[in-house]
């Protein structure tokens, strides 16, 4: 009697025991499917993550050319300054020489009509006798000059 009553016991416990160890394995299941779910959200995130890094790094080499490129644009712009006040310079200087071209050759143009007008025996003889005073050239810059003194030297 005992013995039937270890092994009603045992047959018991056999059963509570697989009952236990199925609930054991269905919720070891659930688990593994929660996980297998939170596994693909964690590998969906990551790889957002990648194309954002991806992203930022792109950025930050579209930065770092733009203010290259911001750089060498203003070392041009400088350069494009300095040309432009030499331009400016150049041009002031040669309309000043043109002005003073054209006073040249006014005067000259005078001189040699009055001395047609003279050879020609004046305005109705009115120049008759009369004498043309010298117009005194402009002074020259210290530039007109040195290029006489240079022409001179070399010439």
Avoid: C
């Amino acid at each position: 009697m005992q013995r039937r009553h270890y092994d009603e016991r045992l047959v018991e416990l056999e059963r509570i025991h697989k009952r236990h160890l199925f609930e054991l394995e269905e919720d070891i299941g659930q688990r593994e499917e929660v996980l297998g779910r939170e596994l693909e959200l964690v590998k969906r995130e990551s790889r957002a993550s990648a194309k954002r890094v991806q992203s930022a790094e792109t950025a930050i080499k579209e930065r770092d050319f733009n203010k290259s490129l911001n750089e060498q644009l203003m070392r041009n712009q400088e350069a494009l300054r300095k040309r432009l006040a030499d331009s400016e310079r150049r041009e002031a200087e040669l309309l000043a020489k043109t002005k003073d071209m054209e006073e040249q050759l006014r005067d000259l143009t005078f001189h040699f009509e009055s001395q047609m007008k003279i050879l020609q025996g004046g305005i109705d003889g009115e120049l008759v006798g009369a004498e043309v005073a010298g117009v005194a050239p402009p002074p020259q810059t210290p530039r007109e000059k040195l290029r006489k003194a240079k022409s001179r030297g070399s010439g």
